[in-house]
Nanobody
Framework: QVQLGESGGGLVQAGGSLRLSCAAS????????MGWYRQPSGKQRELVAT???????NYADSVKGRFTISRDSTKNTVFLQMNSLKPEDTAVYYC?????????WGKGTLVTVSS
């Protein structure tokens, strides 16, 4: 199994930046893809960005050009650099790891963007 722990959320003004981190532990050698999802209050969880073990990335249209996903394979950590934040980016952000047909989720970290 894979366990995930997120950090880096908080309150920021519109136009500001935050960097989220997610550390994976356990059977990390099986991870095919890691990513970030978010869930605004009262709405469904949605994809933000993913990165494969080969380094390929994918982004939601709403964050392209503003957010960057990256990873440090040696530390089994994935990052989400969020720039030019907007109030509509306010959500709980969840780290995800996909491995051998299973999904693991972190507990989430709250990002609040004030206008």
């Amino acid at each position: 199994q894979v366990q995930l722990g997120e950090s880096g959320g908080g309150l920021v003004q519109a136009g500001g930046s935050l960097r989220l981190s997610c550390a994976a532990s356990g059977s990390t050698f099986n991870i095919d893809r890691m990513g970030w999802y978010r869930q605004p209050s009262g709405k469904q969880r949605e994809l933000v960005a993913t990165i494969t073990s080969g380094g390929s990335t994918n982004y939601a249209d709403s964050v392209k050009g503003r957010f960057t996903i990256s990873r440090d394979s040696t530390k089994n950590t994935v990052f989400l650099q969020m720039n030019s934040l907007k109030p509509e980016d306010t959500a709980v952000y969840y780290c995800n790891a996909y491995y051998t047909g299973f999904n693991s989720w972190g507990k989430g970290t709250l990002v609040t963007v004030s206008s």
